[in-house]
């Protein structure tokens, strides 16, 4: 964004941030950064502490410990606080009988933003011939598309969204990717979340992965796929005589799994089935493992079924 | 802030809530001034030039007041029972400027409520009394005056309730009953009691403030300087009146108040 000074610019920096809710904790000891020119997507089961999370650091939650900080301070110090952060919350509503035109006027007069600027971003979200319409006849997509306008009014440098896929159809989830994308590219900061690695997957390139209201991962989404390494699984004659033959190829990651299959890792079927041969050594089977990152997702936040 | 109370000009403007309320106010007005109000058999009207349309209209003023109330709790509460609040918040580093530029703007409508009422007050009045003796003109204006205070007070204690209780029908069904009833039972309890300390405590509940605001210069032209207390104290069911300022005074207590409790309330509570 030309003009927005400082490098400061759109960094969202949570720190040792928890809340409790009576007896019950809901965010534990949170702390990650939202760095600007990157979308970063907020992982965790329903009722891992996202949507509360997201509320502390937007003001709306008091934390019982830590803070969050926008461009170095806490919401409550900001000039301006919509023209720096924009937001899509799950229960943020509309009066049914107000048509989105004038909810989206209400917003930019109490943020001081032109009414010119309520044509464009309804331009932006695709909702200007439904602007006269009132909200209450409006779908959960179309709310989801008015949301997002009015968090884009202030022309803010930090984007957070709370599920935003909830209740859009799959063409307006593939839009909303492009314009986070497109929107990170500019610098700007964008915080995701999601209860679904596969919605972010493609768009983010920073992962907070929370389970409990703990942080289970944090990192580019490349670390999270290079943690495990994909595997070539074999039911041979010999584990001995493969692993041996193996070891002499250079490939030395070999484990004996619990059901008593071999689980080779840095190489391919290919090779290992060339390698087999040379030494003949009978192959039975052979799998070649995929990395999964739901699969990972569901280890990291697995949690026992119970109601805390 | 000047922001702000835009927005909150353009909330009020964007729903019927406004102008539904109107309607009756109104109505009220023409009915009440037109047939001279339930004061007319009350007062003694020997020669049948005494300006009652001056009772009349400080009498539609105290509903008119009832009706600002209810559209500042509707208001202010409407926004956590839609969960704009949440948007609303977003746009305010802190939330009590939002609670000020709540209150204003009901203010402004009690008190635009009021003028129409004095407005079609007098219209229904020049209609009805054509016979009786017509208030003077510094006397209406002043009665007008007095009501749009009122009901501004009114309207911004509204705002503040709905926003301290949050929860709509609570907020407006807690308001009314005590407005229509409560506040008259008190004022009985208090009343009764053996102490005349304990029975002037009567004028300092807001109700009886504003009625006290409204009654005391119609009944100083309608009963004289020297019986006119006696008759604010007859109508608002009050011992030992203060003047029409003393009433303002208390419901403006009563309004600072609530906003004080709703201040509080809206800093510390979690919106979720």
């Known amino acids: 964004m030309p003009g927005r000074a400082g490098d400061r610019a759109g960094r969202v920096t949570v720190t040792g941030l928890s809340k409790r809710f009576g007896q019950v904790s809901a965010v534990d000891g949170l702390t990650f950064t939202v760095e600007p020119g990157a979308v970063t997507g907020f992982l965790g089961p329903n009722g891992s502490g996202k949507t509360t999370t997201l509320r502390m650091v937007l003001g709306l939650v008091t934390p019982t410990a830590g803070e969050a900080r926008i461009n170095g301070v806490p919401f409550a110090e900001l000039a301006n606080p919509a023209r720096v952060v924009g937001a899509v919350l799950e229960a943020q509503g509309f009066h049914p009988a107000r048509t989105a035109r004038k909810h989206l006027l209400t917003v930019s007069a109490a943020i001081g933003v032109p009414d010119a600027a309520v044509e464009s971003v309804l331009h932006t979200v695709g909702l200007t011939d439904a602007g006269d319409r009132a909200v209450g006849g409006y779908s959960l997509g179309m709310r989801q598309r008015l949301a997002l306008a009015v968090a884009l009014l202030g022309d803010p440098q930090v984007l957070v969204l709370d ?95 619990p059901d008593g299959w071999l689980g080779i890792a840095g190489t391919d079927p290919v090779h290992v089935g060339d390698v087999a041969l040379e030494a003949g050594v009978a192959i039975y089977g052979m799998v070649h493992e995929k990395i999964d990152l739901e699969q990972l997702f569901f280890q990291l936040t697995a949690e026992p079924w119970q109601v805390r | 802030m000047v922001g702000l109370l835009h927005a909150e000009v353009r909330k009020t403007a964007s729903t019927r809530l406004w102008w539904g309320l109107l309607i009756p106010v109104a109505l009220l007005s023409v009915l009440i001034n037109l047939f001279g109000g339930l004061f007319t058999a009350a007062i003694p009207d020997e020669d049948g030039r005494l300006p009652l349309l001056l009772a009349s209209l400080a009498y539609a003023m105290g509903l008119t007041a009832i009706f600002g109330l209810v559209h500042g709790v509707v208001g202010a509460a409407a926004e956590f029972r839609h969960r704009t609040i949440t948007t609303t918040y977003l746009t305010s580093a802190r939330r009590w400027p939002v609670l000020v530029a709540k209150m204003s703007v009901s203010a402004a409508v ?14 229904a009045g020049l209609a009805g009394e054509a016979g009786a003796a017509f208030p003077s003109f510094g006397s209406l204006l002043a009665v007008t005056l007095i009501g749009m205070l009122a009901a501004a007070l009114w309207g911004a204690l509204g705002a503040a309730l709905g926003t301290a ?12 009953v005590y407005v229509l009833l ?24 807001p109700v009886n403030g504003g009625e006290i605001a409204l009654y005391d210069l119609p009944a100083q032209v309608l009963a004289g300087p ?47």
């Open chain 2, 165 to 176: 209780v949050s929860n709509q029908v609570s907020a407006l069904v807690g308001a009314l």
């Open chain 2, 226 to 272: 020297e019986l006119g207390p006696a008759v604010v104290e007859a109508l608002a069911g009050v011992t030992s009146p203060p003047p029409w300022w003393g009433g303002l005074l208390v419901l403006a207590a009563w309004t600072g108040a609530v906003a004080a409790t709703a201040w509080v309330i809206a800093e510390r509570r979690d919106v979720t």
């Open chain 2, 110 to 123: 009690g008190a635009f409520y009021a003028l129409v009422t004095a407005v079609v007050g007098v219209l």
């Open chain 1, 163 to 257: 599920e935003p896929g909830n209740g859009l159809d799959p063409e307006g989830i593939a839009w909303l990717r492009a314009f986070l994308r497109g929107f990170a590219r500019q610098g700007r900061s964008v915080l995701v979340s999601s209860h679904l690695l596969a919605e972010v997957e493609q768009t983010a390139d920073h992962l907070v992965v929370i389970s409990r209201g703990r942080c289970v991962f944090q990192g580019p989404l490349e670390n999270l796929r290079n943690s495990r390494r994909p595997r070539v699984l074999v039911r041979c004659g010999s584990h001995e005589r493969l692993a041996d033959a193996l070891a002499r190829t250079g490939v030395v990651e070999i484990d004996t799994l």
């Open chain 2, 182 to 205: 409560g506040e008259f039972l008190l004022s009985v309890l208090l009343g009764n009691a053996e102490s005349v300390d304990v029975q002037r405590l009567t004028a300092f509940l």
